[in-house]
C-alpha cells in the first residue's frame, strides 16, 4: 500500500542516512520502525514496560554511540548534502 508521510525534514534525513548506511530502501526502515512501535514493550523485551523503557534508552545510547564511530558511505553524504544545499538555499 501507498501512503504519503509528513516526516521533520533532520528526522528524514537521518534516517535516509541510516538506510543508505545500511543498505537499506526508507520504505523497509519505515516499516521496522511501524512494527517495532506496534508491539507492545514487554512482548519485545520480556520485560515490565519500566524495564522495557530502560533498555530500550540503553539500547539508542549504544546505537547512536555506534553510528557516530560508523564511516560514512558516499551515498550517505551525498543526501546530508543535497538536505543541508536545501536548508541553506531556501
Given at each position: 500500500?501507498k ?6 525534514d ?11 548506511l ?10 521496522k520502525?511501524?512494527?517495532l ?11 515490565a ?7 530500550l534508552?540503553?539500547?539508542?545510547a549504544e546505537a ?6 560508523a564511516?560514512?558511505?558516499p ?5 546530508l548534502s ?8 531556501p
Amino acid at each position: 500500500m501507498k501512503t504519503t508521510l509528513e516526516i521533520d525534514d533532520e528526522l528524514y534525513r537521518e534516517a535516509k542516512a541510516h538506510a543508505s548506511l545500511t543498505g537499506q530502501k526508507m520504505k523497509d526502515l519505515v516499516t521496522k520502525g511501524l512494527r517495532l512501535a506496534l508491539q507492545p514493550a514487554t512482548k519485545m523485551t520480556g520485560l515490565a514496560p519500566a524495564a522495557a523503557s530502560r533498555e530500550l534508552a540503553a539500547c539508542f545510547a549504544e546505537a547512536d554511540k555506534l553510528m557516530s564511530a560508523a564511516p560514512r558511505g558516499p551515498i550517505a553524504r551525498k543526501h546530508l548534502s543535497k538536505g543541508r544545499n536545501r536548508l541553506e538555499n531556501p
